[in-house]
Structure formats: structure tokens, C-alpha cells
């Protein structure tokens, strides 16, 4: 009999209580092993406290349920934990005060289930000694070595509905109306949902953009009677020659940020070379939000099950992946030592360009 551990880490994604209730129904039912929940992330492995048994009662009804049962931190890192001294923040690794506590605790292996950075963390445990098996998740599908990480189709559906409800009001009132997603520096957000959605112009990280293609292809829309236009813009998206909009932190604020994000910035761009009236909306946290997909649950429940299978097998330092149709394993290192981005000859910005959709260049 086996106990394993699970945690979920990074930012919370629709389809996270699936993998739980995946790993747990299938470490129960098909092999009688016990399961331990990791609270809030890497940050449960520093406190035993925030770990308790997962049965089949725990994990019962939360198929539909958004978020996560277990919390989640984007702190918690064990190797580089912050901590205030002397009203600054330090770094600490405490990497082995984690080792000691999943020894402590028993566990014959982790399944860490989480992003690009919660993997590289999962990584290095399993360079330390620790049983990893891990789970890839993030609405930004980001990661290699996976057709989808779960979650992306939920922020998808949600931002596809957004772009359906913002047509009428864009309509009714002859605007150009920009829809800033997230996805960090992958526009895979931002270009399917717009081509779900019906946007005139997407603009995405991997193709900067020239401002002036895209006045013109809002100017062409108006003479041929479309007094309205949608742009998508992925938040990652800058103009050519521009200060690329960095990810997060107070150190790397830059021009695009400072006007409130791209979203903000085309809006400024489009008004001063048309004479139209722009809005702004930041999808923002609905992207995570709310029950998941079909295709998520589905997704989530296989890649939990698939990770249970992996620790019965021993293959250790390797996530589940979709492949396909099909669940494999991938090596976790090369899933995260570089990002899953859009090709920009590739197939999909084709079809988008193909049927007159602008990404600005
Ligand atoms: O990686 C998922 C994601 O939602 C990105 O799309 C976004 O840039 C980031 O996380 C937002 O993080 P936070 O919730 O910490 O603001």
C-alpha cells in the first residue's frame, strides 16, 4: 500500500478539483492507497499542519467546483522562500525542511499539479530525492510536451462569451472595443477565442504589432459599412520597436504598463489615429473562474487518474501530457525549460489571416 501526497501550485485554473478528485478516486478505489492534501500549495510543505487525509468524502461534489479544495500560492516557493528582515524582503531556501516533512509525513511520492513555475519547483525536489509526478496546468497553455494543459478551454469558452456580449454594445454604439486576456507571453488565449469570437484584429505576444495596420484595417471596415470594430488583445501583446509588457512585478513596470496594460495602450493608439471612440475591457480573474468545461473535467479526471497510474509505475520526474487524443507521460524538464508559444506562420494565425482577421503586421 502506498500514501501519496498532492498539492496544488501557481495560480488557480478551472479543472484543478477534477485532478484531485481524479487522484483520489483512483488511488482509493482501484488500489486502496491513502492520500494526503498539501494546503496552499508548496507553501504546506514548510507546515505539517496544513496537511490532511483526502478520502472519497473529501473530494465528493467538487467536480463543477471552480478554484481548488487544497488553495494555492504563487509565494510559496521552498528554495527561495520570502521572508520580511528588516523591512525588506529575503530570500530562504527551506528546501530541506520540505524533504524532512514529506519524509515525516511518509509519502511514497508528490504529484504536483501546476504551471510552468510550480513544475521547475517540482523539478528540483525530484533532483533532491523526492518522488515527483506532475500534473501541467495553467489557462495559458503555455507549457510544452502537452497538445492542452487543463484549464485553457474553460478561459476560452469564458472569453469567447465576453466577445460575444461585447459585439452588441460595440455595435450599438460604433466603437472600437479592445479585450485585454491573459496569458502571459503566449497569445494561445488570445487567438482562438478571437477567432471563436469573431474579432476583427487579435493581437498577440509573438507578432508585435504595427499600429498603422491596424487603423487601416478598422478605416477599411467603416467605408465598407462596419462602424464597429472588436480587437482581442492578448496581454503579453506590444507594438514593433515597443517596451514588451512584462509579466508582474513592481520592478518591471514599463510604458504599456503604466497606462494600466496593452488593452489601455491600443486604446490611447486607436483613438489618436481614428477619430473613434475606444473602450477597454480587461477580462482579467473570470478567465480562471467558474465551473469547468466539459473538456476540462474530462481532461483534468484522465490526467489525474494518469498520475496516480505513473506513481504505481514508478515513472518518476515526469508529468502527464495530451497528446493527441491520447494521455502519455513527458519528461517534466523538457515540458519547462522553454514556453509553448504561437507559431507565427503556423496553421491557426493562418486560418485567422485567411479569413481577414488583422494581427497587425
Ligand atoms: O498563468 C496564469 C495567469 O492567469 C496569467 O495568464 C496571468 O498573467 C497571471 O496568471 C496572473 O497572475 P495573478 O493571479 O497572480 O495576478
Redesign the pocket.
Same mark, same amino acid.
Request: hydrophobic residues 20%; glycine residues 24%.
Given at each position: 500500500s502506498k500514501k501519496i501526497g498532492i498539492l496544488t501550485g /501557481?495560480?488557480d485554473?478551472p479543472g484543478l478539483n477534477a485532478v484531485i478528485r481524479g487522484v483520489v478516486k483512483s488511488a482509493v478505489i482501484r488500489h486502496g492507497w491513502e492520500v494526503i492534501g498539501i494546503e496552499d500549495g508548496f507553501d504546506g510543505l514548510l507546515d505539517i499542519n496544513k496537511c490532511r487525509p483526502l478520502t472519497l468524502e473529501s473530494v465528493r461534489g467538487i467536480l463543477p467546483r471552480g478554484g481548488t479544495i487544497l488553495g494555492s500560492t504563487?509565494r510559496g516557493n521552498p528554495f527561495l522562500f520570502p521572508m520580511e528582515e528588516n523591512g525588506r524582503t529575503v530570500h530562504v531556501d527551506f528546501s530541506d525542511r520540505a524533504i524532512e516533512n514529506i519524509r515525516s509525513l511518509g509519502l511514497d511520492a508528490l504529484i504536483t499539479v501546476g /504551471?510552468e513555475g510550480s513544475l521547475k519547483i517540482a523539478l528540483e525536489l525530484w533532483k533532491r530525492g523526492v518522488p515527483v509526478v506532475g500534473v501541467p496546468k495553467?489557462?495559458?497553455n503555455d507549457l510544452r510536451e502537452t497538445d492542452f494543459t487543463f484549464g485553457f478551454n474553460t478561459a476560452l469558452e469564458t472569453a469567447t462569451d465576453a466577445l460575444d456580449k461585447l459585439h452588441t454594445t460595440a455595435e450599438s454604439h460604433h466603437r472600437v472595443m479592445i479585450m485585454e486576456v491573459?496569458?502571459?507571453y503566449a497569445g494561445w488565449i488570445a487567438l482562438e477565442s478571437g477567432i471563436a469570437g469573431g474579432a476583427d484584429v487579435i493581437l498577440i505576444p509573438e507578432i508585435p504589432y504595427d499600429i498603422e495596420k491596424i487603423c487601416q484595417a478598422i478605416r477599411r471596415r467603416c467605408e465598407r459599412g462596419s462602424r464597429f470594430s472588436i480587437i482581442v488583445a492578448g496581454?503579453g501583446a506590444f507594438p514593433i520597436g515597443g517596451d514588451r509588457l512584462v509579466?508582474?512585478g513592481p520592478d518591471e513596470r514599463n510604458a504599456i504598463e503604466r497606462l494600466g496594460g496593452i488593452g489601455q495602450f491600443v486604446a490611447h493608439q486607436v483613438e489618436k489615429c481614428l477619430e473613434m471612440d475606444a473602450r477597454v475591457m480587461v477580462l482579467g480573474?473570470l478567465?480562471?473562474g467558474g465551473s469547468p468545461s466539459t473538456f476540462d473535467r474530462a481532461l483534468g479526471t484522465r490526467f489525474g487518474t494518469k498520475a496516480v497510474a505513473m506513481v504505481a509505475a514508478g515513472q518518476f520526474g515526469q508529468m502527464t501530457c495530451l497528446k493527441g487524443r491520447t494521455i502519455g507521460t513527458a519528461s517534466i524538464e523538457s515540458a519547462t525549460n522553454a514556453l509553448n508559444t504561437v507559431d507565427p506562420d503556423g496553421e491557426i494565425v493562418k486560418a485567422a489571416e485567411d479569413i481577414g482577421i488583422t494581427l497587425g503586421r
Open positions: /501557481g495560480g485554473c504563487n /504551471g495553467t489557462i495559458d491573459m496569458g502571459r496581454e509579466a508582474k480573474h478567465q480562471r
